[in-house]
């Protein structure tokens, strides 16, 4: 049984930092890319951030060089590190993972706001 679980979102004020986490379980982390989408109110989800199983890094205009994306395949955890955050970053963010259908967690909320 896939599970993806999310945690680390909060209440931040903009400019500040939060690095959020998702562990994975029932799949073999390590084999596949990973992703991270975020849903912000009255908007579609959209994908954030991208890693590769070698590390390739891909990220949407929005975030590039705020963002980071990482993962530690050992522990099967998926990171996001988001720094200099705004209020337009208010979103709830999901870790994915495609295999023939996409699988979600069920989110943290990050709130930028002063």
């Known amino acids: 049984q896939v599970q993806l679980v999310e945690s680390g979102g909060g209440l931040v004020q903009p400019g500040g930092s939060l690095r959020l986490s998702c562990a994975a379980s029932g799949f073999i982390f390590g084999w596949y890319d990973l992703n991270w989408y975020r849903q912000a109110p009255g908007k579609e989800r959209e994908l954030v951030a991208q890693?590769?199983?070698?590390?390739?890094?891909k990220y949407d205009d929005s975030v590039k060089g705020r963002f980071t994306i990482a993962r530690d395949d050992a522990h099967s955890t998926l990171y996001l590190q988001m720094n200099n955050l705004n209020t337009e970053d208010t979103a709830v963010y999901y870790c994915?993972?495609?295999?023939?259908?996409?699988?979600w967690g069920k989110g943290t909320l990050v709130t930028v706001s002063s």
């Open positions: 994915n993972w495609r295999f023939g259908m996409n699988y």
């Open positions: 890693v590769t199983t070698l590390r390739a890094t």
